[in-house]
């Protein structure tokens, strides 16, 4: 027969196995689909205090012409109130060199954008409802580039399971108000360990699948993981935009000031060399 002492040994033993079980089950509870895109948004859109990049913006038709954008991209957090502001200087080809784009955005209310054009030295403040239009040509929307609001769609988690060796978070986000986006319906493929996004699908109004994005070149910077290559494709006409960040840099100290009117008028040289 066990003695006193073995049985309380393997009655603590056995204690101890189910709360440590129990903890375990609690930490790898699964994120809802609300969770996972808005964990995701923070590190595609806010890590970071600040962020500058070099910028080469490939557009490609149909038939394989392909056209280039270059341009240094500025980003700025303003603390944790959600609120940013982008500036973009565009270096070449010569029919937009020096053309400007600044973004502030808000939570709660329509971003403000502007586009300064050099050739007739005039400040266009584009409208709301543009947000869906395409920017400079490419299959990247205003919105895209600086990001909807998580509240604005009704996020839900599908499935998990695989994409290109890596375990993802597979999310459909669906608009709540259906005039608010360019899209019915949105699927995302979130990597489970970056919660970067991998690839979405947006499907048109009629439920037709209309783009695809997908995140090609990942690297870390500065213990950052960044996506440093992305694809925008247009499956209706077949083209799409390949934008890749040559050189990134975080926390690099940017001024509030640089986003302003003043230098969508006059660049401000050291931070677009």
């Given amino acids: 027969m066990l003695d006193k002492k073995l049985i309380r040994f393997i009655t603590s033993m056995t204690i101890f196995s189910v709360l440590l079980t ?19 948004q923070q590190i ?4 970071g205090k600040d962020m500058k990049a070099k910028v080469l913006m490939k557009l490609i038709s149909k038939s394989g012409k392909e056209r280039i ?8 957090n303003k603390g944790e109130s959600g609120e940013q502001k982008y500036y973009m200087y565009f270096h070449r080809p010569a029919d937009v060199r020096e053309m400007t784009f600044m973004i502030w955005k808000y939570l709660g209310k329509n971003d403000d954008r502007w586009l ?3 050739s007739i030295k005039l400040v266009r403040r584009i409208a709301a409802n ?7 040509g ?10 909807r609001e998580v509240v604005e769609d009704t ?8 994409l290109n060796g890596k375990s993802v978070n597979v999310v459909e986000s669906i608009p709540k108000e259906e005039k608010s986006a360019f899209y019915s319906r949105k699927v995302s493929w979130i990597d489970q360990e970056t919660f970067l996004p991998l690839k979405e699908e947006y499907y048109d109004k009629r439920g037709d699948l209309y783009k695809i994005f997908t995140a090609g070149k990942i690297e ?16 209706k006409n077949g083209h799409r935009t390949i934008v890749t960040f040559e050189e990134v840099s975080y926390n690099i100290g940017l001024r509030e000031d640089i986003f302003s009117e003043r230098y969508l008028r006059s660049a401000p040289r050291k931070w677009i060399k």
């Fill in 220 to 235: 870390s910077v500065q213990g950052i993981a960044t996506i440093m290559q992305r694809t925008m494709a247009n499956v």
């Fill in 116 to 118: 300064y054009v050099p």
């Fill in 155 to 162: 996020h839900t988690l599908n499935a998990e399971e695989e």
């Fill in 138 to 147: 490419s299959d990247f929307t205003y919105e895209d580039i600086s990001g």
């Fill in 22 to 40: 129990h903890g375990l089950a609690e930490s790898q509870e699964k994120l809802s689909g609300q969770e996972i895109i808005n964990k995701s």
């Fill in 130 to 136: 543009d947000k869906n239009s395409s920017f400079v």
């Fill in 44 to 47: 595609f859109f806010y890590v």
């Fill in 69 to 76: 954008r270059e341009l240094t991209m500025l980003r700025l």
